[in-house]
């Protein structure tokens, strides 16, 4: 299988790595390529890294025919997610829904087969309305979702199950929990941010900022893993699945994983400054089943042991530095 991933980032790169680490050679695509970093994750003589835009449909186009590509990993989101949809809405949508329809596009007329897009357990979380019970013949039938990331992430997945019910494709739509895991370069997500700035803050000596909110998180090795196989799994049978770690975790669970990390690390429980949107905390944990059912999915890191892995890389990078 000759996979192209869209999105050379914090969980494109560990998409690139299981499957290197397979015998794979995969084509990596992102609008603006970061090599030093993504050279931290992957070896970079083990894959193709090539400049292409979501937003131009060609390149995408152009890739999958001069690469020989049989199934694509669409991974680009607009940067922050939902604090980037709330401040940029425009761009979010043009990014995240447009930017999908052209690597759908791309795959139709080529005759690819599979398509895996990233989606989030935002979904599952952020919500409101549904007060008619289903009721499709009431305006309220259904729950909506609250903000502009969101929303773009539900017409991506609504989007995608119809390019495959009508054009013969197999289509996943993975529901990622918050993301964290190691990346040095540009964007990664504000999620993920979050826990990287608190682990430097913690081994800095200084005061780390735990985010006050209970959420939901995946490690991103784990999303890497369940994505790639949504990619290999014979029939995907449901389009949707959560990869996620499978609980909610408190700002005081944070806490005992940042301190678990960076033993004596002091602390302090708030919403970190321009990284965060206000939004309820998260009360149910997203179920697992399907995924475990069809992909054969099983979350490997809780927060502590993600936690425990970026600072061991944190404490690496610092002293090749």
């Known amino acids: 299988m000759a996979i192209l991933i869209v999105g050379a980032g914090l969980v494109g790169s560990q998409i690139a790595r299981i499957l290197a680490e397979g015998g794979e050679r995969p084509v990596l695509m992102d609008h603006a390529p970061q090599p030093e970093a993504l050279g931290e994750i992957v070896e970079l003589s083990r894959v193709d890294l090539i400049e292409g835009d979501v937003l131009r449909p060609l390149s995408i186009v152009e890739a999958i025919r001069e690469r020989g590509i049989t199934a694509v990993i669409h991974t680009a989101a607009n940067p922050l997610l939902t604090l980037g949809g709330q401040r940029d809405p425009y761009g979010a949508i043009q990014l995240n829904i447009m ?23 935002v979904l599952n979380h952020f919500l409101v309305g549904g007060e008619a019970g289903g009721d499709t013949t009431r305006e309220e039938a259904f729950p909506r979702p609250s903000t502009f990331y969101a929303a773009t ?41 979050i826990v990287l700035s608190a682990l430097r803050q913690a081994l800095s000596g200084g005061e780390a900022v735990v985010p006050a909110a209970s ?25 949707v699945f959560n990869a996620t770690m499978g609980r909610i975790v408190s700002a005081q669970e944070f806490a005992a994983a940042l301190q678990a990390a960076v033993p004596g690390a002091r602390y302090r429980i708030e919403t970190p400054a321009r990284t965060a949107v206000a939004l309820p905390n998260m009360e149910r944990a997203s179920d697992l089943r399907l995924a475990r059912e069809v992909l054969g999915y099983k979350p490997a890191y809780d927060m502590a042991a993600a936690m425990a892995e970026i600072a061991a890389w944190l404490r690496g990078r610092a002293g090749n530095a």
């Open 99 to 121: 930017g999908t329809v052209n690597v759908l596009e791309a795959a139709r007329a080529c005759g690819l087969k599979r398509v895996v897009v990233s989606s989030s357990n």
């Open 215 to 239: 959420l939901e998180w995946v490690y991103a090795k784990d999303a890497a893993m369940a994505t790639v196989l949504a990619v290999r799994a014979p029939d995907l049978k449901s389009g």
């Open 153 to 193: 992430k539900q017409a991506v997945e609504s989007i995608g199950l119809n390019y495959a019910r009508w054009n013969g494709m197999q289509f996943a739509a993975m529901r990622y929990g918050a993301v964290a895991g190691p990346w040095s370069g540009r964007g990664g997500g504000g999620p993920s941010n």
